[in-house]
């Protein structure tokens, strides 16, 4: 075909399209349920339960696509063709016009996660997961593990631009000295950028997760070096001990004493209140979330 036929086709199918042109007030009429043509791809599709939305149809590449524009409460008949005129302008040039507003949406997620930072996600995670979590401690050791050694590294940092190499920053000074801490810090900065990523600030793999990458770069932990346990006390150097021990000043012996007797763990006896405490019957109640 050659190029002036073309040109005459096109104008007559702009005529066509003209003529079979919608109005404001037919589509407000409008309500048996089906597709109206405006003309040039451009449809007001009427759904069975009365509901009215803007649809671009096109061919690009072979390929029929089907675009929504919006629904006719919020984008109005003269609004809708300037939206399906710049959707004919990228097929045009051969760019599909859903491609690029999916691109678009991308852009404005990126730059929404460009105003959260590390820290902003953490705080955010940890008080989503606070609910589920045993007990309240839990939540305060993800905030001083974060807080002591990830926060000066990457929390001003935003979360969408933390790589590899932050989370290396972080981790790596302890790895060799505090492998169980570090193995946990990893853990949790892994769990984080997961969370950030489903919620849209940021994209791709997760430089925190261990298998197939850092198990590439860093030890395992087991192997950077063996948990050495103290010996027991043997039981006929206890008096001594104790003696030595009631001798001191100060609530840290205190507490040792009171964990000594009572064969309670740590964290139990650090977070022990008066009112978990009966003197008169002698008898120490530990909430059920404490324990553990």
């Given at each position: 075909m050659r190029l002036f036929e073309i040109d005459i086709l096109t104008r007559i199918f702009e005529l066509m399209g003209s003529i079979s042109r919608l109005s404001a007030l037919g589509v407000k009429r409008m309500t048996r349920?089906?597709?109206?043509?405006?003309?040039?791809?451009?449809?007001?599709?009427?759904a069975r339960g009365g509901s009215k939305s803007w649809v671009f149809k096109y061919c690009l590449d072979g390929r029929k696509r089907q675009m929504g524009l919006g629904g006719?409460?919020?984008?109005?008949?003269?609004?809708?063709?300037?939206?399906?005129?710049?959707a004919r302008s990228l097929k045009a040039r051969g760019i599909d016009p859903i491609d690029a507003r999916q691109e678009q949406r991308r852009e404005r997620r990126?730059?929404?996660?460009?105003?959260v930072t590390f820290a902003h996600a953490a705080q955010a995670y940890i008080e989503a997961n606070r609910a589920g979590w045993k007990n309240?401690?839990?939540?305060?050791?993800?905030?001083?593990?974060?807080?002591?050694?990830?926060?000066?590294?990457?929390?001003?940092?935003?979360?969408a631009d933390i790589d590899t190499g932050l989370v290396?920053?972080?981790?790596?000074?302890?790895?060799?000295s505090k492998p169980e801490t570090a193995s946990r810090v990893r853990g949790r900065i892994e769990a984080i950028l997961d969370w950030a990523k489903v919620r849209g600030y940021r994209e791709g793999e997760n430089p925190a997760r261990w298998r197939g990458h850092l198990q590439k770069l860093l030890p395992a932990k087991t192997r950077v070096r063996?948990?050495?346990h103290h010996k027991a006390l043997p039981f006929r150097q206890m008096p001594e001990f104790m003696g030595t021990l009631r001798s001191q000043s100060g609530t840290a012996p205190l507490a040792?004493?009171?964990?000594?007797?009572?064969?309670?763990?740590?964290?139990?006896?650090?977070?022990?209140?008066?009112?978990?405490?009966?003197?008169?019957?002698q008898i120490w109640t530990i909430p059920a979330g404490r324990m553990g």
């Amino acid at each position: 075909m050659r190029l002036f036929e073309i040109d005459i086709l096109t104008r007559i199918f702009e005529l066509m399209g003209s003529i079979s042109r919608l109005s404001a007030l037919g589509v407000k009429r409008m309500t048996r349920p089906g597709f109206y043509c405006d003309g040039a791809g451009l449809y007001l599709q009427i759904a069975r339960g009365g509901s009215k939305s803007w649809v671009f149809k096109y061919c690009l590449d072979g390929r029929k696509r089907q675009m929504g524009l919006g629904g006719l409460n919020a984008i109005s008949l003269a609004e809708a063709r300037e939206l399906a005129t710049a959707a004919r302008s990228l097929k045009a040039r051969g760019i599909d016009p859903i491609d690029a507003r999916q691109e678009q949406r991308r852009e404005r997620r990126l730059e929404r996660a460009k105003a959260v930072t590390f820290a902003h996600a953490a705080q955010a995670y940890i008080e989503a997961n606070r609910a589920g979590w045993k007990n309240s401690k839990h939540a305060e050791q993800w905030s001083v593990t974060i807080a002591t050694y990830v926060a000066p590294v990457m929390g001003r940092i935003s979360v969408a631009d933390i790589d590899t190499g932050l989370v290396l920053k972080a981790i790596e000074p302890i790895w060799k000295s505090k492998p169980e801490t570090a193995s946990r810090v990893r853990g949790r900065i892994e769990a984080i950028l997961d969370w950030a990523k489903v919620r849209g600030y940021r994209e791709g793999e997760n430089p925190a997760r261990w298998r197939g990458h850092l198990q590439k770069l860093l030890p395992a932990k087991t192997r950077v070096r063996a948990v050495q346990h103290h010996k027991a006390l043997p039981f006929r150097q206890m008096p001594e001990f104790m003696g030595t021990l009631r001798s001191q000043s100060g609530t840290a012996p205190l507490a040792l004493e009171f964990a000594i007797l009572t064969a309670a763990r740590t964290g139990e006896v650090i977070g022990a209140t008066w009112a978990e405490i009966d003197l008169d019957q002698q008898i120490w109640t530990i909430p059920a979330g404490r324990m553990g």
